[in-house]
């Protein structure tokens, strides 16, 4: 703005003396007139530049006016919206806590109420199997052990739903982490877990994070038990746990395997409970596993993705951020 008045003062000023110059000349006045005209001239120049000035700095302070109001209206409506946000988060926390508290009374439900009669449903069977196997056919063998078997695959998943409530409502407890002697022990205890399936797993060296120890040791469990169990029947299976670095700078921690693999059209079913990709005939599990996981990674400020082809096995990839903070205490 101050360059455009002063662009216009000086053409004004310009085109003022070049225009009465050239009138004076052409009226070919006397000498004393001539100076009378040309003081006059100078005068009208001033005041004529002042009243130029006056009206551009007018205009001027009328838009900077316009520019205050319009800020401090913005910051009102600002201030408005921070205000309605933190009523929203305020009412968010009390939402939150309320269904922690009822999560957390589903779990004692579940953990007290649910598991007994399914212990009863397993030890009876068990023993009529075991007591009264002479005087049962074969049908009613079969049928005990399904109904002993349906009860232990419920217990388990009891179990998982369990461990995945605790998971979301646990507080963490950061410190460094070494994630390549977390997964070194996962490793160790799949091996002796299961001792006759051979699997080579190569972990990379000095992999550390801040985090949660216990609760990632849960999370690299899944992962390493999800790569062990779908490279079962692989001809040379293998594991590996790495590190990249990704396009922002940060790190990428990864679990790759040359197993079943999957079609990435199911991608989205990975992290959602009891989606599985493989019919439980084929390979075992709860569908918790992978959810498990991912709350982890999410509870750690991190993400957790998945690239596969049938066939040609899977690679799991995770991130570890600066922690978020722990859940407020109902």
């Known amino acids: ?193 299961f001792p006759d399936h051979k699997v080579q797993i190569e972990i990379a060296p000095n992999m550390h994070v801040e985090g949660d120890a216990r609760l990632l040791r849960i999370a690299v469990d899944s992962l390493l038990g999800n790569a062990w169990k779908f490279s079962m029947k692989a001809a040379q299976p293998t594991i590996a746990v790495g590190v990249q670095t990704g396009v922002t700078g940060g790190h990428i921690y990864f679990v790759r395997d040359n197993g079943v693999g999957f079609d990435m059209a199911y991608a989205n079913k990975l992290f959602v409970p009891f989606q599985r990709l493989h019919p439980d005939a084929e390979f075992q599990g709860s569908g918790i596993g992978l959810v498990t996981a991912q709350r982890v990674i999410a509870r750690h400020n991190g993400r957790i993705w998945a690239e596969a082809q049938v066939n040609e096995g899977a690679t799991f990839y995770f991130t570890i951020n600066a922690p978020l903070a722990p859940p407020a205490t109902p």
């Open 1 to 193: 703005m101050p360059r455009t008045i002063a662009l216009i003062y000086l053409a004004a000023g310009a085109l003022w003396i070049f225009l009465t110059d050239r009138w004076l000349a052409w009226l070919d006045l006397d000498p004393h007139t001539l100076e009378v005209l040309h003081t006059s001239k100078g005068w009208l120049a001033i005041l004529g530049s002042a009243v130029l000035l006056y009206i551009l700095l007018r205009r001027h302070k009328r838009r900077d006016e316009a520019a205050v109001s319009a800020l401090l209206e913005s910051q009102r409506e600002v201030q408005q919206m921070n205000a309605e946000l933190e009523k929203r988060v305020a009412e968010r926390t009390r939402q939150l806590q309320a269904a922690n508290r009822e999560l957390e009374s589903f779990a004692y439900a579940v953990s007290h109420d649910l598991r007994a009669p399914l212990r009863s449903l397993s030890g009876f069977s068990q023993i009529l199997q075991e007591t009264a196997a002479e005087q049962l056919d074969d049908k009613s063998l079969h049928y005990l052990r399904r109904i002993h078997d349906a009860s232990q695959r419920m217990s388990g998943l009891i179990e998982a739903l369990l461990g995945l409530s605790r998971i979301s409502t646990a507080e963490l407890a950061i410190r460094p982490v070494n994630l390549t002697q977390l997964c070194t022990d996962a490793a160790a205890a799949l091996r002796e877990k």
